[in-house]
């Protein structure tokens, strides 16, 4: 092999540089996020009233397909009633409905989307509710 | 090892069975899935074949007047105010009548008329160029006449700009959301109901589909103090149509048959 040291440390070199974030990392946790539900809100509803439009692990599990599936309801069909699995109907509305009761964007939507590195637009053009800095 | 054409069509048979039998299975255990008939068109809703507008001219004295039911507009819709016509986003506005008919030869026409500030908005076109060169159908014309935006596929290709022959769609070149050099937002004060846009997209009147829906009229009808009239223009019975067959109305640039929804009275009350 020609010139077989000045490959060998270069190999060194790029392997110590590719795996440098790992060993880094190693044996630190990130904190899991953990989205609140308690804004004032929702804690001024009754108790049986504080449930979303679906179950919660249905929410979390497709909360973006829903609103996915609401969006296209709205603007292209103008269907705007949700009547969802109990039969209780809403206005399909991310300002006017899902933002009223979770008036945390920060710490209801942001910090799961920051964990997960997922950007989505929604905020582009949607107004977020105001919310206290903290 | 070779088959005949017999058990080939047996061993075909029965993988085109098995095929279709377990994407049945599969669609069937997947659960949560989210039906149409979960949605329902709200109650109190207006509705219409085609909705149209009449504006008569003879309420609409000065540019007051004008600004008045496009600051009514602009005001709900986060419609912002970029301060140079390079950039203006326009929903309703204002222009001279030779600009809005271009095309009406009349030289003899009264000096009062075309001297008139005209009040100009999307015409909601029954065959609306916009419409038809769109590459997303991010335009797209609703069953109501309605010819409405979805801001979520629009790619800011301003087609649509190219072909509407009104001028009725603006383009954001700047964010909405930003602020001049002074530190001034565009948006004056934000209607937290309604979304903004985003820089890149193209926008204009979107009938206030968001108020039809809860059973208002659009905004500019109810600032207009009478002088805009919405109503359903495929209905004879309704005051649009009655308006129509009173009085002298003209629409913006008919020859080019995309059929304009707005009627202008221009004519006063005596001549019918």
Known sequence: ?134 | MSINRRQFLKIAGISTMLGIGSTAIVSGLRKGDLEASQFEVSPGALTAKRWGFVVDMSKFKSGEDIKRVIDSCHSIHNVPDYGNPKDEIKWIWKDDYEHVFPNQENEYATAELKEKPFMVFCNHCAQPACVRVCPTKATFKRQDGIVMMDMHRCIGCRFCMAACPFGARSFNFRDPRGTDENGRPFIKKENPEFPTRTKGVVEKCTGCYERLAKGLKPACVEASNGGIVFGDLEDPHSEVRKLIAKHYTIRRKPELGTQPSIYYIIGGNENA
């Open chain 1, 1 to 134: 092999m020609y010139n077989a040291g000045k490959i060998l440390i270069g190999l060194i070199i790029f392997f110590g540089l590719a795996t440098f974030p790992f060993f880094y990392n190693m044996g630190k946790a990130i904190a899991k996020p953990e989205p609140k539900v308690d804004t004032p809100e929702i804690m001024k509803l009754a108790k049986q009233d504080r449930k979303c439009v679906e179950s919660k692990e249905f929410m979390r599990a497709e909360h973006m397909q829903l609103l996915n599936e609401w969006r296209d309801s709205v603007v292209r069909s103008n269907t705007r009633v949700y009547v969802n699995a109990e039969g209780k109907k809403f206005d399909m509305s991310l300002q006017n409905t899902c933002m009223r009761c979770h008036s945390n964007k920060k710490k209801f939507c942001d910090e799961c989307h920051n964990y997960m590195a997922v950007k989505p637009y929604c905020w582009d053009c949607h107004i977020a509710p105001k919310e206290k800095e903290s």
